[in-house]
Nanobody
Framework: QRQLVESGGGLVQAGGSLRLSCAAS????????MGWYRQAPGKQRELVAV???????NYAESVKGRFTVSKDNAKNTVYLQMNSLKPEDTAVYYC????????WGQGTQVTVSS
């Protein structure tokens, strides 16, 4: 049983927007740190944004002012709103939950064309 399921990736032109969703099982959604990571071809996986159980957020410098992480506790879902997308944002985006251990989603491809 997969604990995290992402959706919302796709192909978009530079300057466009996408919203990623990550649905978490109820057993891991509370009292955790949830976040989004991404991995571009030939590069290491990097942190994009995190949100704590209390709603505090933190962002990579490269996405500050363009991306917003949020969550809906009633739906056990975390979102990543991505605006003003750039070709360098192209990557596989992974949802992550840090609780007793790391949980990962299957990843969703985001491709930004120039």
């Amino acid at each position: 049983q997969r604990q995290l399921v992402e959706s919302g990736g796709g192909l978009v032109q530079a300057g466009g927007s996408l919203r990623l969703s990550c649905a978490a099982s109820g057993s891991i959604f509370s009292n955790n740190l949830m976040g989004w990571y991404r991995q571009a071809p030939g590069k290491q996986r990097e942190l994009v944004a995190v949100i704590s159980s209390g709603g505090s957020t933190n962002y990579a410098e490269s996405v500050k002012g363009r991306f917003t992480v949020s969550k809906d506790n009633a739906k056990n879902t975390v979102y990543l709103q991505m605006n003003s997308l750039k070709p360098e944002d192209t990557a596989v985006y992974y949802c992550n939950c840090k609780k007793s251990r790391d949980y990962w989603g299957q990843g969703t491809q985001v491709t930004v064309s120039s």
